[in-house]
C-alpha cells in the first residue's frame, strides 16, 4: 500500500531535549516535505526536499533541521524544542505534485 | 509578501445545492494550483490539480477554475452531500529550476464546508 509513515504520533516533551520525528515513504517520490498546522494559521511549510542531498527552507524554518540520505526518509530534527513549537506535524512527498500526506504526529513541548 | 486567502472561514449550505470555495492570492505568479480536503485529526488528501495554463478542470462532482487575471481560484462541489463536509485547502505552488517537482508550497487557512441534510 503507497503511504507515508510518520513516528511517533503523539509526543510530549520538555523544553531543550532534542527530538526528532520520523517520515518515510513507499512510492520513491522525489519531493519531500514537512508542514506545521496551527490552528487559525493554518499548513505552513518548514522544510522541503527536492530529492537526495538537496534540500530548502520553506516559510517557517526556524528551530528545525532536516536531512534527506536516503530517498525514502525525510527526519525532522528539534534540536531544542521550545513550547512555541508545539503543534500538529505533517510530512509529505510527491512527485511532481500530488502531496501525499502522512497521519501527523502531535507534538507539546512543555 | 506571498499571500492566500480562503474567502469563508467556514460555509454551510443544504444538501443538493453547489457549494463554492474562493482561493485568491497576491504578490504570486503559481504555475500550479491544488484542492485538498482535510478531516479533523488527518493529513489532507488531495483533490485536484489545475496548471496556469488550463482554465477549468473537472473530476466527478468537483470542478475547479484558475483565473490568473483576477488571481483567483473557485472550487465548486455539485450536488453537495453531508459526506462531503470538512475543511477544503487550497495550496500554490512553482516549479522548482533544474527539478521537475515543485519549490516552496503555500497553503490557505482553509475554508470548514458544512453540508445539512
Known sequence: EAQVTQNPRYLITVT???????????????YMSWYRQDPGLGLRQIYYSMNVEVTDKGDVPEGYKVSRKEKRNFPLILES???????????ASSFPYEQYFGPGTRLTVT | SQKIEQNSEALNIQEGKTATLTCNY??????????????????????????????????????????????QSLFHITASQPADSATYLCALSTPHRGYSSASKIIFGSGTRLSIRP
Open chain 1, 16 to 30: 531543550g531535549k532534542k527530538l526528532t520525528v520520523t517520515c518515510s515513504q513507499n512510492m520513491n517520490h522525489e
Open chain 1, 81 to 91: 524544542p521550545s513550547p512555541n513549537q508545539t503543534s500538529l506535524y505533517f510530512c
Open chain 2, 26 to 71: 497576491t504578490n504570486y505568479s503559481p504555475a500550479y494550483l491544488q484542492w485538498y480536503r482535510q478531516d479533523p485529526g488527518r493529513g489532507p488528501v488531495f483533490l485536484l490539480l489545475i496548471r496556469e495554463n488550463e482554465k477549468e478542470k473537472r473530476k466527478e462532482r468537483l470542478k475547479v477554475t484558475f483565473d490568473t487575471t483576477l488571481k
